[in-house]
């Protein structure tokens, strides 16, 4: 007998690959939550991707429901709690991007700084005296400031040191040690806002980090720093105090790959600032990563299909 599947996105091919032996796969026509709840009747698996989101009443419409695949580490848009009522566990991904997004943080970094964007319009424009107008940043000799140390961040770190950077992290989760392991000095949130020349987010929004990135705390940034946001966009609650530093030159740079709501919005006039880079929530989905993503989800969702444990499990309390 094969199991049945509920995709609430496209899933690539090599997933499309192991799920063949056990389940059949349907993919919904659009990831609303009216649309997946009619569908999910006779589900055995759901697979979540991107916001969709799985509430209480998409549970109560999925009787049949053994076990719930999420491509990514973020799982704030599903029913924890509900789901371990309901001795559903939910796989997850964590780590598996982490390199991808670690080395999209390094290149927002790169191209602000060395002002890429500029140079390429200026020599197409057939601007060649551009080069005398302005000056690019560097790397090296500067202080980046990581928030948030987990996989992700150390993995900046580890890409950040051939460049000769003095390294900041702030985490109240991780042990000096650790950070010290890495070549890290653990400072306040704020000291890394007033001492970075690059502060790059790779925190978890929790109840304290969300909306961590205040009006407040832009007042305390080092003057020209370059902000980039990787990780979750309710961290920076207010897009019009980043433009406020923008213009008047606190910040020197932004870029983003989250937003809150998403999709974000693109009229802002903070996005037409030449010194904001953006993308949609793509930075950590690449060739490799998304090849690790849907192998690891697969591999822990037929685990479950087979009445084994999964290794990454967000809620292993259903299996005690």
């Given at each position: 007998?094969?199991?049945?599947?509920?995709?609430?996105?496209?899933?690539?091919?090599?997933?499309?690959?192991?799920?063949?032996?056990?389940?059949?796969?349907?993919?919904?026509?659009?990831?609303?939550?009216?649309?997946?709840?009619?569908?999910?009747?006779?589900?055995?698996?759901?697979?979540?991707?991107?916001?969709?989101?799985?509430?209480?009443?998409?549970?109560?419409?999925?009787?049949?429901?053994?076990?719930?695949?999420?491509?990514?580490?973020?799982?704030n848009n599903i029913d924890i709690d509900a789901a371990t009522a309901k001795r559903i566990p939910v796989v997850f991904t964590p780590g598996a991007g982490a390199r991808a997004v670690a080395e999209g943080a390094i290149a927002f970094m790169l191209v602000?700084?060395?002002?890429?964007?500029?140079?390429?319009?200026?020599?197409?424009?057939?601007?060649?005296?551009?080069?005398?107008?302005?000056?690019?940043?560097?790397?090296?000799?500067?202080?980046?400031?990581?928030?948030?140390?987990?996989?992700?961040?150390?993995?900046?770190?580890?890409?950040?040191?051939?460049?000769?950077?003095?390294?900041?992290a702030h985490d109240p989760y991780v042990e000096p040690d650790i950070a010290g392991a890495h070549g890290v000095k653990l400072v306040a949130l704020q000291e890394i806002f007033s001492m970075s020349d690059f502060i790059t987010l790779h925190a978890a929004?929790?109840?304290?980090?969300?909306?961590?990135?205040?009006?407040?705390?832009?007042?305390?940034?080092?003057?020209?720093?370059?902000?980039?946001?990787?990780?979750?966009?309710?961290?920076?609650?207010?897009?019009?105090?980043?433009?406020?530093?923008?213009?008047?030159?606190?910040?020197?740079?932004?870029?983003?790959?989250?937003?809150?709501?998403?999709?974000?919005?693109?009229?802002?006039?903070?996005?037409?600032?030449?010194?904001?880079?953006?993308?949609?929530?793509?930075?950590?989905?690449?060739?490799?990563?998304?090849?690790?993503?849907?192998?690891?989800?697969?591999?822990?969702?037929?685990?479950?299909?087979?009445?084994?444990?999964?290794?990454?499990?967000?809620?292993?309390?259903?299996?005690?």
């Amino acid at each position: 007998m094969k199991y049945k599947i509920i995709a609430t996105g496209p899933l690539d091919q090599i997933a499309l690959d192991l799920f063949a032996p056990h389940a059949e796969v349907v993919v919904a026509p659009d990831p609303s939550e009216a649309t997946v709840n009619a569908l999910v009747a006779d589900a055995d698996v759901m697979v979540v991707r991107g916001d969709s989101v799985v509430t209480t009443a998409t549970l109560d419409a999925a009787p049949k429901l053994k076990v719930i695949g999420r491509c990514g580490v973020g799982y704030n848009n599903i029913d924890i709690d509900a789901a371990t009522a309901k001795r559903i566990p939910v796989v997850f991904t964590p780590g598996a991007g982490a390199r991808a997004v670690a080395e999209g943080a390094i290149a927002f970094m790169l191209v602000l700084c060395k002002h890429v964007r500029y140079w390429d319009t200026q020599f197409k424009a057939g601007n060649w005296t551009s080069r005398f107008n302005t000056i690019t940043g560097d790397l090296e000799g500067a202080t980046l400031g990581i928030v948030g140390f987990g996989r992700i961040g150390q993995d900046v770190a580890r890409l950040a040191r051939p460049f000769d950077m003095t390294l900041l992290a702030h985490d109240p989760y991780v042990e000096p040690d650790i950070a010290g392991a890495h070549g890290v000095k653990l400072v306040a949130l704020q000291e890394i806002f007033s001492m970075s020349d690059f502060i790059t987010l790779h925190a978890a929004v929790t109840q304290s980090s969300r909306g961590m990135v205040t009006r407040e705390m832009l007042q305390h940034v080092k003057h020209g720093a370059i902000l980039v946001n990787l990780a979750r966009g309710d961290l920076i609650p207010d897009l019009d105090a980043v433009h406020e530093a923008l213009q008047d030159g606190r910040l020197g740079g932004v870029g983003l790959d989250v937003f809150y709501p998403e999709p974000g919005d693109h009229t802002h006039p903070l996005f037409e600032h030449p010194n904001c880079l953006t993308s949609p929530h793509a930075i950590g989905m690449s060739k490799g990563a998304m090849n690790r993503i849907f192998t690891w989800m697969c591999r822990d969702v037929i685990a479950v299909l087979q009445g084994q444990r999964p290794e990454h499990v967000v809620n292993p309390r259903v299996f005690e």
